[in-house]
């Protein structure tokens, strides 16, 4: 099992539960040695209670993990981030908001600031390759340490058809390009399997982006998502996850990068 997890939610974002303090003792009972908090990312202008904190939480976050870095030293390494979509009108504030934390990953969800369209609902070939385009103009901006759950845009998708392979070669492809490493994403699993034209398997990790992955020199690391601490205690889950992609020569990365 990876010992680091780097995707760690707080209930800022009003779509997660538990304290700062119970999510870092859940990871050390899983037996991480390293947690990364990296809550969704505020708009000073914008205020979706349900899908990110606001800005006026900002600075209690940033607070409350350093004082439990402090705290937790020498027994597990914790790291201030923050997850957060990319608008090209916001990039300002996403080079300030990356001045503030050890680091930002790249997730994108909604197709517009104020949440809403939705890359992970049922999408059209456009919006598909809009997501790609999106992903692939926040790499090239170098203000990411990693991309965050690339292939969330299977799901709820009845197929992994023409248009969702170039899609998945556009992301790999920038990830390469950029050297940015991308996550399989075990709150995916959580979401359970379907039955696909192709076979059974989760709407995201999907099988079918992440063999196409390894035809990329991209490297891999897996990310629990967690929205709540007992999933950080999930083991079973991240077997799965691990599982599900662990035939397919991918290269993961073994120790902490951050």
């Not at 662990?246 to 990365?253: N, P, Q, R, S, T």
Request: charge should be negative; include cysteine; charged fraction near 25%.
């Amino acid at each position: 099992m990876q010992k680091f997890n780097y995707h760690t939610h707080t209930y800022r974002c009003g779509h997660a539960k538990g304290t700062d303090e119970e999510y870092v003792q859940a990871a050390i009972k899983a037996g991480y040695t390293v947690l990364g908090f990296s809550d969704h990312a505020p708009y000073k202008t914008i205020d979706v209670s349900w899908a990110r904190m606001s800005w006026d939480r900002l600075d209690d976050y940033l607070e409350s993990v350093r004082e439990l870095r402090k705290k937790y030293e020498g027994i597990i390494d914790i790291h201030l981030g923050l997850e957060t979509e990319f608008y090209p009108e916001f990039l300002d504030e996403k080079k300030e908001l990356h001045d503030m934390v050890e680091y930002l990953i790249l997730g994108q969800h909604f197709i517009k600031p104020d949440s809403s369209g939705s890359f992970f609902g049922h999408n059209s070939d456009a919006e598909i390759m809009e997501y790609a385009e999106r992903v692939c103009r926040g790499l090239d901006t170098g203000l990411f340490t990693y991309l965050a759950h690339p292939d969330v845009f299977m799901n709820h998708q009845s197929e992994f058809n023409e248009t969702c392979q170039k899609a998945s070669r556009m992301i790999l492809k920038k990830a390469a390009e950029t050297n940015t490493p991308i996550e399989v994403n075990i709150h995916g699993v959580s979401r359970g399997k379907r039955l696909f034209p192709t076979g059974e398997q989760y709407f995201y990790p999907h099988k079918d982006f992440w063999r196409i992955a390894a035809e990329y020199p991209v490297k891999c690391l897996f990310g629990i998502d967690a929205h709540s601490p007992q999933q950080l205690m999930d083991l079973e889950a991240v077997k799965a996850g691990e599982q599900e992609v662990a035939d397919l020569g991918l290269e993961f990365i073994k120790e902490p990068f951050i």
